[in-house]
């Protein structure tokens, strides 16, 4: 038996550091959020290569300064993320906000040039200049290219230190967005040139030759989708045997059977995961489950030196 | 627009107030946490009668203290939980614990007489001693009771002040337990008398005129199930038109139709929830949320004196 | 290994049984819909006592003949089922429908006396009808009576062969309500008399006698709540080792540690599921789901002779 | 008020047609059901466009033939799917099985060589031999090619009428796999050349004219994911105002604010799906939903001649 469920307690008092705690003394969703934490302490203290699949409207619902922090800080080397993380990234890179609570229904919301993301919305006019900032990157660009020199022009370009794509060329963090075609990202990149030559390969070799040559290897994903895949298949190629740490935060479910619900123990069968490695899956909602998970990461780091 | 998503910071020095803020910074599930707490907040503060409902596990996942806590100090005034939360609760008052992560399939835990609860464990000897208890109380009931009365002197004989039920005991908080028979309670309480005659009107009528009385009524939801409904019919006959506060933590989800998932909205077809009813729905894993609402609702109520 | 995924194909001509027979070649969910239709057939050949827990609006959303009809041909003996779904049942049966299909938010459905259940409507001049019918039947009760004598009471009164109150009665099933008093059933139960002494061990003592009985034990589930708790208790106190047959449909999921989404594995560490039992969970929508299940069953059952 | 629920019945007699229009007379998801197959047989009786986006393991799951034969039958004109469901059609090509049902844990079927995929288990054999395949192909490409194309010579190929590419090729059908570096048929593109330079835009170029020419627009969606959101885009981008009809089956939900369970309705807000189209989202597995809306479809296409 690991431990006795110890029934914490919360009262006006209690510091961040105490509240996280709080966490360990319990069991379901509580006692895998305090176990992420170890696991991604241990994965830094061990100097672990830490690639992070980002899927989900992470950027849009707040947490973009959290995860752009995080690279600046060095626990994030690779970051796998869907287009459209890194079209809002550069809508707030360009002082274009995303607005939370608006009332009305989707019909309202058509006739007024809002697009709804579940409670997030954004208006038309952000879109347009995206457009202009885009089509300006995007006219300057070799004609052999491949995305993640794509991605470091933008980077490059952006002068927010918040930014991912910034913090992520500041820190030479690898940016890979292997769904760059399916976003705005994407819908750009064709309207500025009927046909575009890209190097595919790219991502896939950069990160699988990151992994090969790192001692240990961490993986963070929040959602499934493509950059839980990209993630999984670039550690399939690496001739390594399978992460040694693996942490997952989802709202899906593995008997749905996709790979997004998927349980890190299902990833072992293929060599994705260590059979020896650590790992755990926190389910629900990433917006209050990866604050908490950075906040413990950062008082680990430092009061456990 | 309501407001801006303001994409927060996370650092070492973050206070957990801070900590609590960030959630308002977000959209999605944080800023629904966030919202929770202000509604608890506002609910407290202009005296409402707080009704809990509280369905899963959540006392063998370690929710004990903070709940029982939340009694004490006059935030929860009436509590509606599950047979198995009461068992639960009575276990760790006879100083029997329950216990995490333990190794082995269900066979071979049958075989070591360890009844398991997702991830929470409990020998079968823990339950020999339940019975005990159970027996000795039971016997010395009148003959015309209610499980009002019954829960009440179970609380009397509890010395430990961690328990629900003697805190509920101690601060006169009504609590019911309308499930009473499907649990081991019922098990048990069936065993000690062939035939047992109760008033099964009590809850209700107790409750509903509570509820009837006072000014303002919130109501706080963990889970679904019988505490929910109940909860929501007391109001139904207490002649008010509804709750005025409402705040739900569910891990289901509308689409399947059940009352467990529904949305606090549909209440208010049914006139459960007041149609001008501050209410939001909090989606995920209470073990995790609740805490943070709890939190949030204590440091409020300090630094907003 | 077990088969080979064989990769059905559908056509206009396909009968019924050769549509269910597709699930067979399939995995996932599919695989799982034709495993319950085994496990219940061979429940059914072997002559099993069959315990239905029935939670989740499912009356209100359509499925109440079918299950009446599963009743009255003898593939359930014993039904334990949530006051809802009593109450609904009890609606159809004094020919007052469901509806589906309304527009209108939840404030207009308020003032138009329109109560929701998702995508179902319940008009309020249904309910004074119910009322009227329960009053009666209740000022007729004697005054020490319990819950299973009431709802016979009330099954003898009904006509509508298509109703399950009405199928229990006939074909002597037993039907049990323990959370009655959580319905407008303990409602109008309470308003009749402000006391009422039930003996509430009846339903305990009796379904826990008639497992005890049998030689072969099924239990089939859908949803989970107090129906599936109480059968799994029955279970528990019968001195049987466990069921020898279940099957559960489920919208719920394992990881957020409550029963009602528990496996039916966890199970088998309490004692409650044999340890050699077959079983299996389908996950989804009822209302979906188990009409596969009854009509690959009602195949079956003619088929196989 | 649109229907009355008619809580229809089930018995040993019951065709085909009859069963899928039980799920008419009911609510929730099976409401869902019957209101997807009218959608689906209205969109081909107005001669619409059918895009239609495949996520999830549906291949490894079953349901091959059944997407097959609907691309043949033309009752699909798009596909967009993910690599992994490429990757599967193309071992079922190749006369290689998936397994269901094997023991083990993921540790042991590590050492067997068995991947898993939930229930669903492929040996590494087979991809050794799909290697072979595609490097086969993969040498013959001109240098400057795309992903259609390179699927299209793929498809070409094969010999197996069940195949989704064969069937794509046979019928003209579009089929673009826009993560296609997301998956094996990624790695052995580049395994088989160090620099691959295509295409990017085509995929995107192609469907957004396809959707701009057609008169009517209709999307099927199994699962979310990069397919989902690549015909949305492609959709924003053709100049029409939003698809006129849309099915989405997904095991997604609302709640947790990302694109795979958001509603259709709030895809009208950025003028993906028109303000009047038709549309509806069916819960739950699609390894069940899926196969009793096609048969929905090709009953009502016959008999409603």
Not at 27 to 33: K, P, S, Y
Not at 107 to 112: K, S
Not at 141 to 170: C, H, Q
Not at 242 to 269: N, R
Request: aromatic share 10%; charged share 25%.
């Amino acid at each position: 038996m690991k431990r006795i469920i110890s029934h914490p307690r919360i009262t006006y008092g209690t510091s961040l550091k105490e509240f996280i705690d709080f966490y360990r003394g319990c069991a379901f969703g509580a006692a895998r959020v305090s176990e992420a934490i170890e696991i991604y302490f241990e994965a830094v203290k061990n100097h672990s290569l830490i690639s992070f699949g980002l899927a989900g409207a992470m950027v849009p619902a707040g947490l973009r300064t959290v995860i752009s922090d995080l690279i600046r800080d060095g626990f994030i080397h690779n970051i796998v993320l869907t287009g459209a993380n890194v079209v809002h990234d550069i809508l707030e890179s360009l002082g274009l906000h995303h607005y939370y609570g608006i009332e009305g229904n989707d019909e309202e919301l058509r006739d007024e040039g809002l697009n709804r993301i579940f409670d997030v919305y954004v208006p038309d006019s952000h879109f347009e200049k995206l457009e202009e900032f885009l089509l300006e990157v995007f006219s300057d660009l070799p004609e052999k290219t491949d995305f993640i020199s794509v991605l470091r022009a933008i980077g490059e370009r952006i002068r927010d230190r918040n930014s991912i794509l910034k913090s992520a060329y500041d820190s030479e963090a690898l940016l890979l967005c292997p769904g760059f075609m399916d976003s705005m990202l994407g819908i750009h990149f064709w309207l500025s040139a009927q046909r575009r030559y890209v190097d595919v390969t790219a991502e896939l070799r950069t990160l699988s030759e990151r992994i090969h040559e790192a001692e240990k290897n961490a993986a963070i994903f929040i959602g499934g989708g493509l950059p839980k895949n990209f993630i999984l298949q670039s550690m399939l190629i690496s001739t390594k045997e399978g992460f040694d740490y693996a942490i997952q935060i989802t709202s899906d479910s593995p008997q749905w059977g996709g790979l997004s619900g998927a349980t890190l123990s299902e990833a072992k069968s293929w060599g994705k995961v260590k059979k020896d490695a650590r790992f755990t899956t926190v389910y629900g909602d990433a917006t209050i489950i990866f604050p908490l998970i950075v906040a413990g990461l950062r008082i680990s780091l430092e009061d456990r030196k």
